[in-house]
């Protein structure tokens, strides 16, 4: 289990999201990435902006988790899916749907807590 | 550059030994493979060696110099870790050490103790191999990463989940006759389809179990081996090794794996050899649906085709290529760090014709060992050859 920290960038994105203004890292060449970063993984270029993370992405693939690491012992079963926002992809919890979603499904993000530590977790919900 | 001959392998048995630390766990697979060459442990002059989360599972870190010592071993000692490919490339470096003239003689192992983890905790060990901020916070195990895989492999070439349980009824089926196997018992289609599901599409017979286990395996120059008079019929002539991103999220494609694909290319280069010059493969099937990505990372099938190839039989005893005859994570077993020094084991006996499953092969003369690291963020190859002149 990783420990209690904060991790600069990536806890920053999260306070962003909370507060409705997250965002993502672009470089000149218009490829995105997530914090914490000093280089873009795709060309190397070192000047990375902040721009707004679109407000609604699409499912690229989800599965249902039966069987859980401890930190998400309470949650399962839970939908984790991989959302397509277009300059960047974000991985989280789905939430707000009784069905795992299939591909090109609609969702927004948030962050909100897991049922079985009460952390801070990246959820999706449909929009 | 030195010709790299295979002189001695090692194994303990995969599956679940109870209270046994790792360092005797490796101690019975060095030993064996160094009685093996017909080597004793003062020819040795490096440990190359393989394990993934030893600080996790026994609380030991710094195991490199504690496991040359459990063998008997007075030589440089270097832990490699890369995940579930940790073994793979503590061979590729052991490789190149004896290739670049720097050794003549090197012990290369790997060992992993998980079962005293329970399944709770070898699951949240394991999923340290993921990105931690961006996967692991967000709830995903490794199970959940290869199911993200197999969901998208599925939608994007119109097949059918179930299918994936032809590939665990072969290998289940392959690891019968091996004695070292965790499971050693055949399963059926039905038995895999209607199992409990541990992350949809996949269910418990599309996961490898969790394992204890150690490996080693004793590499020589070729003029070393003719000065010694070793037995050592079979090479290693290619070696290679990709890199992916970490973070499935951040990949283009979740159903490619082209690290695997550049370690092949690499690998394949090296040895000059074609994917259609291969005559078997030990492939990294941590989950059925890696087997399938394997196989056409390696160019066995085309993209999309790897499923429907297996199915059809392509990879069995009596297919066209056979892949994991010796039952492969699936039901072989996976103590992770010693994977993919396992895999070079059993490879070296189908080659030499002593393996349990040799009788599926007429005379083979290349094989390739594929060994994956975490949703294939590392990847390497490795072409094996069994080459019985001695050019020294």
């Known amino acids: 289990m990783s420990p209690e920290m904060r991790h600069n960038g990536y806890d920053n994105l999260l306070d962003a999201i909370e507060d409705g203004e997250g965002y993502y890292l ?4 218009g490829h995105g990435s997530l914090p914490p970063r000093r280089v873009c993984p795709e060309c190397g270029s070192r000047d990375l902006t902040d721009e707004p ?5 699409e499912v690229v693939a ?7 690491g401890p930190k998400f012992a ?14 960047v992809r974000l991985t989280g919890v789905v939430r707000g749907t009784d069905e795992e979603p299939g591909p090109g499904f609609v969702v927004g993000v948030d962050v909100e807590e897991t049922t079985t530590e009460g952390e801070r977790v990246v959820t999706f919900r449909p929009r | 550059m030195a010709n790299v001959r295979i002189a001695g392998t090692g194994m303990t048995a995969f599956g679940e030994h109870a209270g046994r630390t790792g360092r005797d766990l490796f101690a019975e697979a060095g030993i064996d493979a160094l009685e093996d060459a017909q080597l004793d442990p003062d020819d040795i002059e490096e440990l190359y060696y393989g394990n993934f989360m030893g600080e996790l599972a026994e609380h030991q870190g710094h195991q490199a110099p504690l496991f040359a010592e459990a063998v008997g071993i007075d030589a440089p000692a270097t832990r ?9 490339t503590a061979v590729r470096a052991a490789v190149q050490a004896v ?16 079962t005293d983890m329970g399944t709770a905790g070898a699951t949240d060990g394991l999923s340290i191999a993921a990105d931690d901020l961006y996967e692991i916070k967000a709830g995903m195990t490794f199970p959940g990463a290869y199911a993200l895989m197999a969901s998208a492999y599925l939608d994007a070439y119109d097949a059918d989940a179930d299918d994936l349980a032809h590939i665990a009824v072969k290998n289940h089926d392959n690891a019968v006759v091996n004695e070292k196997a965790h499971f050693q018992s055949a399963i059926t289609v039905e038995d895999a389809v209607e199992a409990p599901r541990v992350a949809s599409p996949l269910g418990l017979y599309d996961a490898c179990p969790i394992s204890d286990g150690a490996a080693a395996v004793v590499l020589t120059s070729e003029s070393f081996a003719a000065d010694h008079d070793l037995d050592a019929p079979v090479s290693v002539t290619g070696t290679g090794q990709g890199t992916d991103n970490l973070a499935l999220q951040d990949r283009e494609s979740l159903y490619r794996t082209p690290a695997a694909e550049t370690a092949a290319e690499t690998a394949y280069a090296e040895a000059d050899i074609t994917a259609a010059d291969v005559d078997c493969a030990e492939v990294h099937d941590c989950f059925t649906i890696a ?12 993209p999309g085709e790897g499923l429907a190839a297996a199915k059809a039989g392509e990879t069995t005893r009596d297919g066209s290529i056979p892949v994991n005859l010796s039952g492969g994570l699936k039901a072989k077993g996976h103590p992770v760090g010693a994977t993919g020094v396992a895999q070079i084991a059993e490879l070296t006996k189908l080659l030499s014709g002593t393996h349990a499953r040799s009788d599926a092969l007429d005379d083979p003369s290349v094989g390739i060992a594929h060994n994956a690291g975490g949703t294939v963020a590392t990847a390497t190859v490795h072409v094996l050859e069994r080459t019985t002149e001695v050019d020294a």
Do not use: H, K, Q, W
């Open chain 1, 26 to 29: 672009a470089c000149p060449e």
């Open chain 1, 53 to 57: 993370l679109p407000d609604a992405g």
């Open chain 1, 62 to 68: 989800a599965t249902t988790v039966s069987v859980p």
């Open chain 1, 74 to 87: 309470d949650d399962a079963p839970y939908v984790t899916a991989i959302v397509d926002f277009g300059p």
């Open chain 2, 80 to 88: 490699f870790e890369a995940a579930c490919a940790s073994g793979g």
């Open chain 2, 99 to 114: 290739r670049n003239g720097e050794a003549d003689a090197v012990l290369v192992g790997g060992t992993e103790r998980m």
């Open chain 2, 291 to 302: 087997e399938v990505l394997a196989t056409e990372s390696l160019g066995f099938f085309e």
